[in-house]
């Protein structure tokens, strides 16, 4: 895809979806991260778009709302976690000392909304990754893609 092009569907479709999702979220901070989220899906998956099936708008606004679905049920669990953290396997004992929980919640700030719900959902609510994969509506594989990826991510930023 051609930068112009890129810009002309920027320029184009931007307005929209950003007021679409900042009038959901109320929050003008995850209304422009969730913006950029789309547009970076619709540059990806473009070549995939097909205008028999639908129109440029409308497979859009079909990425906006699957961006927007995938961002309340990764808020959501992140609300259901317990006060007090069980400590259940060998990862969690050694990443989850006392000294270290500041690091950690720091660092898991820092990792992207999909990586952050499957270490959410497997270590602190102790959920499978077979589990996890069907809870966030995923492939097995993929959430175990996801789950090696954020935990280099982790270690990496502990250091």
Known sequence: MTKERKTELYEQYHDKVYG?????LNNVHEAEDLCSDVFVKVYEKLDTFDESKASLSTWIFTIMRNTLTDHYRLRRVSEELPEDLAEESSVEEEVCNRE???????????LEPKYRGVIILHYYSGIPLNKVADRMG???SYVKLLHKTALERLKTDLG
């Open 20 to 24: 679409f999702l900042l009038g959901k």
């Open 138 to 140: 995923l492939s097995y």
């Open 100 to 110: 270290m929980l500041g690091a950690l919640a720091s660092a898991l700030e820092k």
